[in-house]
């Protein structure tokens, strides 16, 4: 049975690195007539959005059966739990608050302390209230503004029990998927759209990290990004130039805006009108300091330049796929981690998602599923890589708790180290859970470098 070891020494095999699985409200609650409309609903409604023709209104019940969930979470042995709050759950369109939608995140927050783990709260990860988008969501400033009063009510209620909040996860999916490509809720298109919702999203994101620290200044407060390694497809001037656009594109778009106070020099490729526009103090509010950076990173990318010099992607020809059709490149995420920690000063890091759909099987109620075991055993030994280099990491969330709904692919992919009957709602822990549940408990109290 395949296991996931770290060399002997490792920092990650001390009580001092935080282990923990992540999940999002959307992809698992279910429980639809218990809160507004989001845009994810919306999308879902319409024709060939989701690859299987799903959508979210049951999900894995996770409303219904959180209890169990949560024991479930702990008998893993994680020090932590990431979940996100559902905007549409917690705020009624008048601005008033839904008291058992709130008091849902409430008890699952006590819960969660009450068994001694850490809570890492993520306030967006995607579902928009619908009556928002109706207004332009995030093509509309004014959504950065709703978002502030909705973090500030959402730190009222749960406090400094949160030891972690997250402003947004992964904005690149929000702002490119959703509202460039089309591919993701709620599907609008094109760049200057695009690049509109990515400057909101952070603005929304600067506004609500200075309420989240005024209300919860115990707490630490962040965003979580995703990254993709951006690699050439050959040594041509032409290739790593596009790849160098492609990475301040879709990486440093977030990022350097954060850390650095201002855009990536790829802005100057647009046209005028396709920039966002920017108003006087709006970097100033997007740059406050964060106390950590929460990284989410499942691949690299390839790139070559097109006819015209940009940036396109070059399909992976390697065998070594995901059933996301994604390469296995751990050494790409130490790559990843230590260019981050030489271009800036970074904050501490927690890897905040991490994980790989596959092909499972339950098979007499067993689920060996030892490729996704090598997965995590390569990229947490790419995670021990980056610490030995210098990279401040202080933690690491597996993607995903157990199998959700898994966006426009629907419930055909499983990312969860537990399986999901989706007819019965059985969970059962898979082998790669049991094998993240083996190395989690086999930490040692105390962490003396290179001592072992
Ligand atoms: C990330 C999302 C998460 C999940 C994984 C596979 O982009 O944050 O919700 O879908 O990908």
Redesign the pocket.
């Known amino acids: 049975m395949q296991k996931i070891n770290l060399p002997d020494n490792s920092f990650m095999l001390s009580k001092d690195f935080l282990y923990g699985v992540a999940t ?1 409200s959307f ?1 698992i609650e279910g429980d639809r007539k218990g809160r507004l409309d989001c845009i994810w609903d919306t999308f879902c409604s319409q024709p060939h959005t989701i690859e299987d023709g799903t959508n979210g209104d049951i999900a894995c019940e996770h409303i219904a059966n959180w209890k169990q969930d949560i024991a479930l979470v702990d008998s893993l042995g994680v020090d932590a739990y990431r979940l996100s709050i559902s905007w549409p759950r917690v705020m009624n369109a008048d601005g008033s608050v839904n008291g058992i939608g709130m008091r849902f995140y409430i008890n699952l927050v006590d819960e969660l302390v009450s068994r001694n783990m850490k809570v890492f709260v993520t306030l967006y ?1 995607w579902d928009l209230p619908q009556y928002l988008e109706d207004e332009g969501g995030w093509l509309n400033r004014k959504t950065a503004y709703a978002f502030e009063k909705y973090a500030r009510i959402v730190a009222q209620a749960l406090g400094e029990k949160v030891h972690a909040y997250a402003t947004l ?2 904005p690149f ?1 929000s702002a490119y998927l959703g509202y460039e490509t089309g591919i993701h809720a709620p599907g609008k298109t094109g760049v200057a759209n695009g690049r509109k919702a990515a400057h909101h999203l952070l603005l929304a994101h600067g506004l609500a990290l200075k309420s989240l620290r005024e209300i919860c200044p115990n707490s630490l407060h962040g965003i979580v990004l ?1 990254f993709s390694t951006c690699h050439a497809a050959s040594n041509s001037d032409a290739d790593k130039t596009a790849t160098k656009w492609a990475d301040e594109y879709h990486n440093q778009w977030y990022l350097k805006p954060i850390l650095d106070g201002q855009y990536p020099a790829v802005i100057e490729q647009l046209a005028q009108d396709e920039r966002p526009v920017v108003a006087e103090g709006d970097m100033e509010i997007i740059s406050q300091p964060i106390d950590y950076l929460g990284i ?1 990173y ?1 691949t690299r990318t390839v790139y070559r330049a097109d006819a015209s010099g940009w940036f396109e992607v070059v399909p992976p020809t390697d065998t070594n796929l995901t059933a996301m059709g994604w390469e296995i490149t751990p050494d790409a995420f130490t790559e990843l981690l230590v260019d981050l920690h030489h271009r800036y000063t970074l904050p501490p890091i927690y890897i905040t ?1 991490n994980g790989a759909a596959m092909d499972d099987e339950l098979i007499d109620g067993e689920v060996l599923d030892n490729d996704r075991t090598a997965y995590f055993h390569s990229h947490l030994n790419a995670v021990h890589d980056a610490i030995e280099k210098g990279v401040d990491i202080k933690g690491y969330f597996a ?2 708790l157990m199998d959700n709904f ?2 426009a692919l629907g419930y055909s992919k499983r ?1 969860g180290i537990v399986y999901v009957d989706y007819e019965t709602q059985k969970r059962t822990i898979k082998q790669s859970g049991n094998a993240y549940a083996e190395l989690v408990k086999s930490r040692i109290n105390g962490y003396i470098s290179g001592i072992k």
């Open positions: 999002s992809q990860h996860n992964e999916c995703n989410n499942y998602e993607w995903s898994e966006w990312f």
